[in-house]
């Protein structure tokens, strides 16, 4: 099963290291990563994807909360959440595509932020399976030259908050 995992971790050089090779030392792939600071600059948060069994996240979360740099873990997919992605396309369209293809990006919700022909590019913020969807449509449409995607970000629904462990 895909989880989205949220990690608060001490704003210092080497923690990142230290979760990743946490991840990679027991043979779980991490699909995506996004790392940034909170509002408290001392403290960052890593959103990552996962895969594995309820029990195996389990074990991952309690392996997270040993490392010194660690201070809150949650496994977002155990309550309703919000998760989003952004992607960036650029395209090849061949002539007379341009209003097309323009229009699709629009409807889908997403903008146009280069018109060029020869390196169109894109944006859309959507959830996953909505970002292969519009990236599915989009290469029946175009020529993709390239795909730059952010990964999962998320965040719970329940006004509880991820919290420091003290």
Excluded at 40 to 64: H, K
Excluded at 93 to 107: C, E, H, I, K, Y
Excluded at 119 to 143: G, K, M, P, Q
Aim: aromatic share 4%; glycine share 8%.
């Amino acid at each position: 099963m895909r989880h989205i995992i949220a990690i608060l971790l001490q704003n210092e050089a080497g923690a990142l290291t230290r979760v990743a090779g946490l991840f990679s030392t027991r043979g779980y792939n991490i699909e995506s990563l996004s790392v940034a600071a909170t509002d408290d600059p001392t403290v960052s948060r890593i959103t990552l994807v996962t895969r594995g069994s309820e029990a195996v996240l389990q074990q991952i979360a309690n392996q997270l909360l040993k490392l010194i740099d660690v201070v809150g873990v949650e496994d977002l997919t155990d309550g309703e959440h919000i998760e989003r992605e952004l992607v960036l396309l650029k395209l090849r369209l061949q002539p007379g595509q341009t209003d097309a293809v323009r229009g699709f990006v629009v409807r889908a919700g997403g903008r146009v932020l280069d018109p060029a022909p020869d390196a169109f590019v894109v944006e859309l913020t959507a959830n996953e399976a909505e970002v292969n969807r519009f990236i599915d449509e989009l290469a029946r449409h175009s020529e993709t030259l390239e795909v730059v995607r952010s990964g999962a970000l998320g965040v719970g629904r329940a006004t509880r908050r991820l919290e420091l462990v003290r």
